[in-house]
């Protein structure tokens, strides 16, 4: 019970932090295995970068955040399924850190459960408003008479 | 985070659950605002039965009431709670479990 805000996972990989670095920071890397269609990357804090997948036919946009080589990359993008201008974003963090001769790597995704000021007034103003319903009510007695 | 985040994504999901209400809501989604008469003429469901269900959708904040030409009442949807439980949906269908797992296939064909 209750609203996600955070999706955390770990997963051990058999290969150096240099190289899951690699995979997670560069556009070789990430049109590969994560978008299918290519992708570019501005590596620095508020840079850009976007991956594409072809089926979807579709393009996520990300903001690059955190950039700390090569333990911490952050970026966040737009939340699926919310129009385009919506301002609600989520953050990606990538955490990788030596395991061995591999690399354990964790992914946390937070702010699902965010609301922007805008969104939270559209949300809720209508429930205060007892006009909309009065408003029903007199098309009903209408409707009827 | 605001507790009614909660609240808001049950009526929504409340409101999907229902047939009737789905079929409202796809009409108004697709056709834009429209009447309880409006509806009735487009889907198989009595004038009552939608009056009924669209006063359920106002008063969760699903549908909003406008003044309408002659009188009536047009029923507009209201896009910002379906919005908050698109969050809910987007986080059960964020798939970082295949994404990984794409990850580790693509480290080990490259070691290989």
Known sequence: ?145 | MPPDIEAVAEQVFAALADPTRRAILAALASGGPATATDLAGRLPITRQAIAKHLALLAEAGLVTAEPGERRRVRYRLRSAPMQVAQQFLAALARDWDGALGALRDHLDRGAG
Do not use: C
């Not at chain 1, 036919?57 to 919506?86: K, Q």
């Not at chain 1, 922007?116 to 009903?140: M, P």
């Open chain 1, 1 to 145: 019970m209750g609203f996600p805000d955070r999706i955390e996972r770990t997963v051990e990989l058999a290969h150096p932090p240099a190289k899951v670095w690699a995979a997670l920071t560069t556009a070789e890397g990430l049109g590969k295995w994560f978008g299918t269609a290519g992708a570019e990357i501005e590596l620095r804090p508020g840079g850009s970068a976007w991956m594409r997948w072809d089926e979807e036919g579709f393009t996520a946009d990300m903001r690059v955040e955190r950039v700390e080589e090569p333990t911490v990359f952050g970026y966040t993008w737009h939340i699926y399924g919310l129009p385009e201008d919506d301002p609600r974003r989520t953050y990606v963090e990538f955490t990788l850190e030596p395991s061995g001769a591999g690399t354990r790597l964790t992914v946390v995704e937070s702010g699902f459960a965010q609301l922007s000021e805008d969104g939270y007034s559209k949300a809720f103003d209508g429930n205060t408003e007892g006009w909309a319903k009065e408003l029903g009510e007199l098309a009903d007695y209408l409707d009827a008479a």
